[in-house]
């Protein structure tokens, strides 16, 4: 939520949200609740969800859903598909020894699980997690929210809705191919790390522009201003003014030709933030003695030196 405002800062807003599993109730307190009750409904699911009894299995398989679900038909009521996060990424949720016994002649990954979610095994606690859910205010969204349940906009939200959403399928596959059929190209994950980012990937059939906002074991910063940067060069609008304010970035020319003999290569100040900075080594069309062109940090991000070149639109 509060990367989320922060993006919103910069100027970026979204013309429609898709969301996966748990994220999901945080992300329509932006829009369709208030942040208590977001809050309250995560608690709840969470509390209710680790009171279950342990001994379920989560396994990533390496084929199409309706292979998947042939192989799953004998098992109705043990075990079932827990995520379509792909074409030919599957997720499936069960009792722990049938899913031992599947899927031997697929590539498959066991998750490192508490419980089995999305499954059977979580059928117990629907009924209170129901009375919870009926409890809270809902609202229209206020901006476009693809279901992961669906794949298709919510109409509205109810406790029902909710009921389903610890239940059924993560069916973010079916979210990003109808933004994609609905004329989405740019794609920015709003989330710890990029793992949405790549499952995106394999979902486009297109060309698309995807980034995510924070990245695992990289400087926070650099994450969200790259981020920012390629949606930039794409075509989104961005509110640099509000970005630099906290340090005065300006906008500066870049070069044309290497025959100028100048260079615009970013070079470190005192007092910027801690970022990576480019290498200023000369390449064998410019001089060795050329006088670089000192810049303020905002040519680190709008240099195609640094971020844009990196961020192709």
């Not at 043990?78 to 590539?107: H, M, W, Y």
């Not at 001089?287 to 940090?297: H, I, K, L, Q």
């Amino acid at each position: 939520m509060a990367l989320f405002r922060l993006v919103e800062s910069f100027g970026v807003k979204p013309d429609c949200s898709v969301t996966r599993s748990v994220s999901s109730p945080p992300r329509t307190s932006r829009t369709c609740c208030s942040l208590d009750d977001a809050a309250a409904l995560v608690a709840a699911r969470g509390r209710l969800m680790q009171a279950l009894p342990t001994g379920g299995a989560m396994l990533a398989v390496q084929a199409t859903e309706a292979e998947v679900r042939a192989v799953l038909e004998p098992f109705a009521g043990r075990v079932d598909i827990a995520a379509v996060n792909g074409p030919t990424s599957i997720v499936v949720s069960g009792e722990a020894e049938v899913i031992d016994q599947l899927f031997k002649d697929r590539k498959t990954s066991r998750l490192t699980v508490s419980h089995a979610f999305h499954s059977p095994l979580m059928e117990p606690m629907l009924d209170e997690f129901r009375t919870i859910a009926a409890g809270l205010t809902y609202a229209l969204p206020q901006i476009p929210i693809v279901s992961n349940l669906t794949g298709l906009p919510v109409e509205e939200y109810s406790a029902d809705y909710w009921v389903r959403h610890v239940r059924n399928a993560v069916r973010f596959a079916d979210g990003v191919g109808w933004l994609e059929n609905n004329g989405v190209t740019r794609f920015l994950e709003v989330g710890p790390s990029g793992v949405l980012t790549a499952m995106a990937q394999q979902c486009l059939s297109g060309e698309a522009v995807l980034a995510a906002a924070l990245r695992k074991d990289r400087d926070e910063l650099e994450s969200v201003l790259r981020a920012v940067a390629a949606l930039h060069v794409a075509g989104v609008a961005v509110d640099w003014a509000a970005i630099c304010g906290p340090w005065g970035g300006r906008r500066v020319q870049l070069p044309t030709y290497a025959f100028q003999r100048r260079r615009y290569w970013p070079e470190p100040l005192t007092a910027a933030p801690c970022w990576r900075v480019p290498s200023t080594r000369s390449s064998g069309t410019r001089s060795s003695t050329a006088t670089p062109t000192r810049s303020p940090p905002l040519s680190a991000w709008t240099s195609p030196t640094s971020c844009v070149a990196s961020c192709p639109p």
